[in-house]
C-alpha cells in the first residue's frame, strides 16, 4: 500500500526546533517529488517548502532560511527541520508527495498531517 504519514508535531516553544517526519510506505522516493504543506486553522493550505525529483526545491517567503525538506531514499522517508519557529508557525503539517514516473505518473499523496503548536 502506498501512503505517507507523518509525525513529531506537538507542543513547541517560541524560537525552539522541531523535526517532522514523513514515511513513505511502498513509495520509491527517487521517483517523487516530496514536500510539506500546512494549514493553520481557518486558513487555506499553503506551500511549505517542495523539493522536486530533480532536487531544486520551492520555498515560502515565510520559511526560507528557518525550514529544511531532507529525505532519506534508502528509508522512504521525507523530513522538515523547523528552526526559529514562531507563534504564526502554529499548523497542521502535511507531508505530500508527486510521482513523476510509470504508469501513475501525476498521481498525488497526501499524508493525514500533525499538529504543530508553538507557544510558552
Known amino acids: 500500500q502506498q501512503q505517507l504519514v507523518e509525525s513529531g508535531g506537538g507542543l513547541v516553544p517560541p524560537g525552539g526546533p522541531r523535526k517532522l ?9 527517487n521517483f517523487y517529488d516530496m514536500g510539506w504543506f ?6 487555506e493550505r499553503e506551500l511549505v517548502e517542495l523539493n522536486a525529483r530533480d532536487g531544486t526545491s520551492t520555498y515560502s517567503a515565510s520559511v526560507k532560511g528557518r525550514f529544511t525538506v531532507s529525505r ?7 523530513f522538515l527541520q ?30 493525514q498531517g500533525t499538529q504543530v503548536v508553538v507557544s510558552s
Open 38 to 43: 500546512r494549514r493553520a486553522p481557518g486558513n
Open 82 to 111: 523547523m528552526n526559529g519557529l514562531k507563534t504564526e508557525d502554529t499548523a497542521t503539517y502535511f507531508c505530500y508527495t508527486q510521482k513523476t514516473s510509470g504508469y501513475d505518473a501525476g498521481r498525488e499523496y497526501w499524508g
Open 72 to 78: 532519506d531514499s534508502d528509508q522512504s522517508m521525507v
Open 21 to 29: 517526519s514523513c514515511k513513505a510506505s511502498g513509495m520509491i522516493v
